[in-house]
């Protein structure tokens, strides 16, 4: 489908697949499905689907938060998931992903890095978030962020004995504070609607991600592609990112 | 626990910890075409922060296949220097440079005249010799110089600045500790000094009320560099009385 098609649709207020523009698609969640993993979550937002899986390993503290835990997101997106992915390491577009879906946990603050730590200096505990891209058809970003807090919600801590970790052990659940949401934002003929599909991402301007907490606050932003934003429209971009976060929210139970 | 380091107020008396004012940039020094073998060059500084940017293009793209037949290619690669922190940064490309590189090629792809030169590439290099906080913003400034140095057309320049939140306090251009210890930051790009935010990536909690004063905090700010962008441009490019008569 042309993206002029897209573009002229949008112009008329209509979407290709009939939806609202501030309506998302149905939206799956499936938890705790990955037995390997300490967390796992699946997310399917219309046709795009995301797999998350969290590992707990004991590693060294950077030495500049000697009494931190490690959180890393990390994004795969596999050659299963669209013919325009490469296997080889992360490209840019990947790690845009991670660091997205990354700063918004962190800087929600929704895991707490200090009780992570095992010895001060010595010995903490690394999360890793991998987030697996399965079906591609738009707003990774979103599926992703969505499926790295739905997974965290269920990650365990297994049992530490004498420095060897008991997979499959739990010693208690992982205190998760927080359910940091990105919502992404396109800019397609002037016109701002949520949760863009694949033919919509690749008619929009730009798009903006802000991912909010529980309280209603913003707590990471990222505008990406090309073509500006506005102030207005930075401010409809946060109401509908705060809006839809609530509504996200309820799937995850909180 | 609080971090390591972090001084128990960052602003006292409604001064922050280097003496300036909340709304006040650091000083800040610009010098264009100061290298030889690039295209266009140019370097911008806020305070202690410096970027050096070089322009090369348009030139013929390689690899072949990526080559557009409708437009130029941007290829834009920052990086910060091994000696440019205080801890030695490893050279090579980190997941950080990436995405800022990523970013600043999307802003300028917004501003460049890309259809004038199809098959081509043109090629920004940020170089952050020294870093003390808004280094992508430095880097933006800079290499919007070294485009025009380049004699690259453009729509307009591209102005950049960060805010932040310090103390609870909402200040302008980031700098020193309060980029490790405040609690927001935000590095926004504007087209020259209009209402068009071409980059903007904020980390750390605001309401919508900061976050739409950071917002005009941020343009304010765009604005002043925009102007300072452009004194420096007329001052690099002035006629002077002895080309005139050359001619």
Known sequence: MSESYITKLVGDEQRVDGRKFDQFREIKIETDFIKTAEGSARIKIGKTDVVVGIKLSVGEPYPDSPDEGVLAVNTELSPIASPEFEPGPPGEESIEISRVIDRGIRESKCVDLEKLCIEAGKKVWMINVDVHVLDHDGNIIDAGGLAAIAALLKTKIPILEDDVIKYGEYEKKLEVKDTPIPITTAKIAGKFLIDPNLEEEQAMDARITLTSTKDGNICSIQKGGIGYLTKEEIEKATDLSIAKGKELRKLLGM | ?247
Do not use: W
């Not at chain 2, 922050?16 to 000083?27: P, Q, T």
């Not at chain 2, 690899?63 to 690669?77: G, T, V």
């Not at chain 2, 068009?196 to 941020?218: N, P, R």
């Open chain 2, 1 to 247: 626990m609080t971090k390591v380091g972090k001084p128990e107020r960052m602003i006292i008396g409604g001064k922050r910890l280097d003496g300036r004012e909340l709304e006040h940039f650091r000083a800040i020094s610009i010098e264009i075409g100061n290298l030889k073998k690039a295209a266009g060059s140019a370097v911008f500084k806020f305070g202690d922060t410096y970027a050096q940017t070089a322009v090369f293009g348009p030139q013929e793209m390689h690899p072949k296949h990526l080559q557009n037949p409708e437009k130029s290619f941007i290829k834009c690669r920052y990086a910060m220097a091994p000696f440019s922190s205080t801890e030695r940064i490893r050279p090579g490309r980190t997941r950080r440079a990436t995405e800022i590189s990523k970013v600043i090629k999307e802003a300028f792809s917004d501003v460049i005249f890309l259809e004038d030169y199809p098959k081509t590439s043109i090629d920004i290099y940020i170089e952050i010799l020294q870093a003390d906080a808004s280094t992508r913003c430095a880097g933006l400034n800079a290499a919007s110089l070294a485009l025009v140095d380049a004699g690259i057309p453009m729509k307009n320049l591209v102005s950049s600045c960060s805010v932040g939140k310090v103390d609870g306090k909402i200040v302008l251009d980031v700098g020193g500790l309060e980029d490790n210890y405040g609690e927001v930051d935000m590095a926004v790009a504007t087209v020259a000094d209009e209402d068009k935010f071409i980059l903007l990536q904020m980390d750390g909690i605001v309401t919508k009320q900061e976050l739409s004063k950071m917002l005009d905090l941020a343009r304010k700010g765009c604005s002043q560099i925009f102007e300072m962008q452009k004194n420096a441009l007329k001052e690099k490019y002035k006629i002077g009385e002895g080309d005139e008569q050359d001619e």
